[in-house]
């Protein structure tokens, strides 16, 4: 399977805990996005990377969240102290193109967070 | 930022029917559309777009309209299927063009 994968597919943690989720897109694709959506809603823009430089950040980005993408590869969403409210799923997308010159962004599954 | 938002949570059709699925938008600058759908379970997936100098395209079973005078578009199902149930998003593209903006999405239920 060549398409976006992430991990875990589910994590059950308490609160303050701190969780890492993993995102391997598809590997030609230079931009990668990481949303998260809650039960009943659109998914909402969390941040944004072209190969390894992070160029935008949602205000829902706290300072507990943190993405990396090191090498331009893969990419690490971490959340810190955990709290009740993080509860979500995280998507991860890729694409080859600006969004402005093709919406098709490629999503994996998501990591669902429940946070206790 | 833009606002992107569905006329109905959920819609409920039969089998066979045709369904349409709406959506409006509030930034008249917007000129680039796109509909995803998302499965229970999955994440979403890009169905067709359209862009603002056009006020219709067809795809497969699918046909979406651009109304930019109201700020309105929609996505029609023709013959829907039970395959087609899934939850159902339009979304836009930032000023800057880097990521989009997903409404809160209708969820489609049709009857066998």
Redesign the interface.
């Known amino acids: 399977d060549t398409g976006v994968s992430q991990d875990p597919r589910h994590k059950i943690t308490k609160r303050g805990q701190n969780v890492t989720f993993r995102c391997d897109p598809i590997s030609e694709h230079n931009r990668l996005y990481w949303y998260r959506q809650t039960l009943g809603q659109g998914p909402e823009f969390l941040t944004y990377f072209q190969n390894e430089a992070q160029l935008e950040k949602s205000r829902l980005l706290s300072d507990r969240f943190s993405a990396e993408r090191p090498k331009g590869s893969f990419s690490t969403l971490e959340i810190q102290r955990t709290e009740q409210g993080d509860s979500a799923m995280y998507l991860c997308a890729s694409s080859l193109a600006r969004v402005a010159n093709t919406g098709e962004l490629f999503f994996g599954e998501g990591s669902r967070l429940t946070v206790l | 930022g833009e606002n992107v938002g569905l006329h109905l949570?959920t819609l409920s059709v039969q089998e066979g029917d045709n369904s349409i699925i709406n959506c409006a938008y509030s930034n008249s600058a917007s000129d680039?559309?796109?509909w995803y759908k998302q499965e229970s379970?999955?994440?979403?997936?890009?169905i067709i777009?359209i862009r603002s100098n056009m006020d219709k395209r067809q795809g497969q079973r699918v046909t979406v309209l651009l109304n930019k005078t109201v700020k309105h578009l929609s996505l029609q199902i023709a013959a829907t299927q039970p395959g087609d149930s899934a939850v159902y998003?339009c979304?836009v593209?930032n000023n800057?063009?880097?990521?989009?903006?997903?409404?809160?999405?209708t969820r489609l239920m049709v009857k066998p």
């Open positions: 949570p680039y559309f796109i379970g999955k994440g979403p997936q890009f777009d998003f979304a593209p800057a063009g880097n990521m989009l903006t997903f409404g809160g999405g």
